[in-house]
């Protein structure tokens, strides 16, 4: 197990960040002793040895990457990209917010997720003897410009019955959003409407709640009409997945919904663009 791990840190590390805020540059930041191997027990594996070791590991593999701006990406791989996709629809008003009665501190973020440049290497790594499916995904899921009605009007999803759930929970979610791990982001904040519009006195954690809403709204499971350019191969995880600020700091990973006071004092994105890497929890027999 230490190997693997050992293995891990020495294939990424060794990647030369030198190019500011390239694909590999951001990847490189990544926490990797978030992957964070732990045995649970025995397992019964289809080939041989036929007995092995049930583990638990945390995988990146997706870049969201948050801005004020629309048709926006400081990402150099994408920055042409998102522009042509976002088109016309490109603009920078706020106006719209929907289902946010309080407007204080209000934050608007387009969301862009990405997946993980290193994710093949990860899974050849990793998957192959764990005889785990590799996380094949699309280079581009989401582009929330390309789903400006719902990220901004949330039309049919003010509809979703899970948004009429929240809207009962949201007020209490600052404190008691453990609780809620299907509606609420931790105390981060509600889940839905899944917009880009966050009520928070941290822009920081505003970009993190729209991270983790774009995320969701590109996942593999039955949606409102979200315009979803590849959807992402597994359903996010409130209560074990993890986020990673790599820009404009790097931070270690956290727990969805972990306490701001722990980690945003003082970051501050002059631009108001924010990149994660989102870890995905997995489990597998190993050898």
Same mark, same amino acid.
């Given at each position: 197990? #230490?190997?693997?791990?050992?293995?891990?840190?020495?294939?990424?590390?060794?990647?030369?960040?030198?190019?500011?805020?390239?694909?590999?540059?951001?990847?490189?930041?990544?926490?990797?002793?978030?992957?964070?191997?732990q045995v649970l027990?025995?397992?019964?594996?289809?080939?041989?040895?036929?007995?092995?070791?049930?583990?638990?590991?945390? #995988?990146?593999?997706?870049?969201?990457?948050?801005?004020?701006?629309?048709?926006?990406?400081?990402?150099?791989?994408?920055?042409?990209?998102?522009?042509?996709?976002?088109?016309?629809?490109?603009?920078?008003?706020?106006?719209?917010?929907?289902?946010?009665?309080?407007?204080?501190?209000?934050?608007?973020?387009?969301?862009?997720?990405?997946?993980?440049?290193?994710?093949?290497?990860?899974?050849?790594?990793?998957?192959?003897?764990?005889?785990?499916?590799?996380?094949?995904?699309?280079?581009?899921?989401?582009?929330?410009?390309?789903?400006?009605?719902?990220w901004r009007r949330?039309?049919?999803?003010?509809?979703?019955?899970?948004? #009429?759930?929240?809207?009962?929970?949201?007020?209490?979610?600052?404190?008691?959003?453990?609780?809620?791990?299907?509606?609420?982001?931790?105390?981060?904040?509600?889940?839905?409407?899944?917009?880009?519009?966050?009520?928070?006195?941290?822009?920081?954690?505003?970009?993190?709640?729209?991270?983790?809403?774009?995320?969701?709204?590109?996942?593999?499971?039955? #949606?409102?009409?979200?315009?979803?350019?590849?959807?992402?191969?597994?359903?996010?995880?409130?209560?074990?997945?993890?986020?990673?600020?790599?820009?404009?700091?790097?931070?270690?990973?956290?727990?969805?919904?972990?306490?701001?006071?722990?980690?945003?004092?003082?970051?501050?994105a002059r631009d108001?663009?924010?990149?994660?890497?989102?870890?995905?929890?997995?489990?597998?027999?190993?050898?």
């Amino acid at each position: 197990m #230490q190997a693997i791990i050992a293995l891990i840190l020495l294939t990424f590390t060794v990647v030369p960040v030198t190019a500011d805020e390239s694909l590999v540059a951001l990847a490189a930041q990544a926490d990797w002793p978030c992957v964070r191997f732990q045995v649970l027990g025995v397992c019964r594996r289809n080939s041989p040895p036929f007995v092995g070791a049930k583990v638990r590991y945390w #995988q990146p593999v997706l870049l969201v990457e948050t801005t004020r701006r629309s048709g926006v990406s400081g990402i150099m791989e994408y920055k042409s990209v998102v522009a042509a996709m976002a088109g016309s629809r490109a603009e920078a008003s706020a106006c719209g917010a929907a289902g946010q009665a309080d407007t204080t501190n209000l934050h608007l973020n387009e969301a862009h997720v990405f997946g993980f440049p290193f994710s093949d290497t990860f899974s050849l790594m990793v998957e192959a003897p764990c005889e785990g499916l590799p996380d094949l995904g699309s280079a581009i899921s989401y582009i929330s410009e390309q789903d400006r009605d719902e990220w901004r009007r949330a039309r049919y999803e003010m509809k979703h019955p899970l948004a #009429q759930m929240t809207a009962k929970v949201a007020p209490v979610c600052a404190r008691y959003g453990a609780l809620f791990p299907g509606l609420c982001l931790g105390v981060w904040g509600p889940l839905y409407p899944r917009t880009g519009f966050v009520v928070h006195a941290s822009p920081a954690t505003a970009s993190a709640v729209a991270a983790f809403r774009a995320v969701d709204i590109a996942a593999l499971k039955p #949606q409102t009409p979200h315009q979803v350019v590849a959807p992402v191969l597994f359903w996010p995880d409130v209560r074990f997945d993890r986020l990673q600020m790599v820009s404009p700091v790097k931070q270690r990973c956290m727990a969805v919904g972990a306490d701001p006071a722990l980690w945003d004092n003082g970051v501050n994105a002059r631009d108001g663009r924010f990149v994660w890497i989102y870890w995905r929890k997995k489990e597998c027999c190993l050898f």
